[in-house]
């Protein structure tokens, strides 16, 4: 079984830098696209950003030029470079791998392939 464990949250002022670190855990698979994504309060969850493992990423507009999304592929980790940051970035932030398991699915195709989260970690930006 593969799991996401998330870490790296926490308050910090507006304008401060923050890391996030996602890493895949688990035995007899490969990643191949992951990302980045938050849940803000009252609100619907949002993409922040995404890298496949070719390394092509994609930015939410909102966060072009202050996010970046950093990969180990050999770590099966993927971070989230937050620098200056506004207040609206406070929300729970999610980490989203598409796995691929060995294995045969339903259909008897092999890898299985199959969307995970992580648990979320806080992200709160205040003075």
């Known amino acids: 079984q593969v799991h996401l464990v998330e870490s790296g949250g926490g308050l910090v002022q507006p304008g401060g830098s923050l890391r996030l670190s996602c890493a895949a855990s688990?035995?007899?698979?490969?990643?191949?696209?992951m990302g980045w994504y938050r849940q803000a309060p009252g609100k619907e969850r949002e993409v922040v950003a995404t890298?496949?493992?070719?390394?092509?990423?994609t930015y939410a507009d909102s966060v072009e030029g202050r996010f970046t999304i950093p990969r180990d592929t050999a770590k099966n980790t993927v971070y989230l470079q937050m620098v200056k940051r506004a207040p609206e970035a406070t929300a729970a932030y999610y980490c989203?791998?598409?796995?691929?398991?060995?294995?045969?699915?339903?259909?008897?195709?092999?890898?299985?392939?199959?969307?995970?989260w992580g648990q979320g970690t806080q992200v709160t930006v205040s003075s």
């Open positions: 890298i496949t493992n070719g390394g092509f990423i």
């Open positions: 989203n791998a598409a796995v691929l398991e060995e294995g045969h699915d339903d259909n008897g195709l092999s890898p299985v392939k199959y969307p995970l």
């Open positions: 688990g035995s007899a698979f490969s990643i191949d696209a």
